[in-house]
């Protein structure tokens, strides 16, 4: 079983939908992450927490909201959502010690398409 | 200005040439420097960190950093078609990675 899941996998939707894309960890890792990426974008920051009590905005949270249910679980939220919302958003996670080392461990991956 | 900015490409290749990744950031006060590699339909996953000015190699690849000049570079020698695959520079910012554009190697047999 992968280390980092994400649910849904693929998932089309309507515009001003509301959409939770759900992301549960069993490394252990207090810090995790969503990114979103666009084709000839790379990966950009939607939010980040370093622990349960602790959310902060990323490079692009305008539209989105997150959750952080448990050391292991956190959710990123589309309240109302558009066509360009439309990317694979992916979920990640690092220890404090692999925060300082930088590596990420990344779930597969959640494809979410706006209609 | 993006905070970390590589040429997208594609960069195409013959198989066993060298190929160059270049990457530039703009916080001057940046300490860490990673490259990730991306094969197509895959997550991200890492391949060379690089803290210190100069070269750091492993194996086939070789992480260079120049922090006067705000540029961190990724070799890969003898390229295989297996090296096919996008490359993400990342910098360490706050405890996060700040991801650049990434750039689309393709290694032609």
């Known amino acids: 079983d992968a280390d980092v899941t994400q649910t849904p996998r693929n998932r089309i939707t309507k515009t001003g939908k509301r959409i939770m894309l759900e992301c549960s960890q069993t490394?252990?890792?207090?810090?995790m992450y969503w990114y979103r990426q666009d084709p000839g974008l790379g990966l950009q920051l939607i939010y980040y927490?370093?622990?349960?009590?602790?959310?902060n905005k990323g490079e692009i949270s305008d539209g989105y909201s997150v959750s952080r249910q448990a050391q292991a679980k956190f959710s990123l939220s589309l309240e109302s959502a558009i066509p360009n919302q439309t990317a694979l958003y992916f979920c990640?996670?690092?220890?404090?010690?692999?925060?300082?080392?930088?590596?990420?461990?990344f779930g597969e991956g959640s494809r979410l398409t706006v209609l | 200005q993006k905070e970390v900015e590589q040429n997208s490409g594609p960069l195409s290749v013959p198989e066993g040439a060298i190929a160059s990744l270049n990457c530039t950031y703009s916080?001057?006060?940046?300490?860490?420097f990673f490259w990730y590699r991306q094969y197509s339909g895959k997550s991200p996953e890492l391949i060379m960190s690089i803290y210190s000015n100069g070269d750091k190699e492993d194996g086939r690849f070789t992480a260079q950093l120049n922090k006067a000049s705000q540029y961190v570079s990724l070799l890969i020698r003898d390229s295989q078609p297996s090296d096919s695959a996008t490359y993400l520079c990342?910098?360490?910012?706050?405890?996060?990675?700040?991801f650049g554009q990434g750039t689309e190697l393709s290694v032609k047999p």
């Open positions: 490394k252990g890792h207090d810090r």
């Open positions: 927490s370093f622990d349960v009590k602790d959310i």
């Open positions: 990342a910098v360490k910012n706050g405890g996060k990675l700040i």
């Open positions: 990640a996670t690092s220890d404090k010690g692999q925060g300082y080392t930088g590596e990420l461990f």
């Open positions: 916080d001057r006060v940046s300490q860490s």
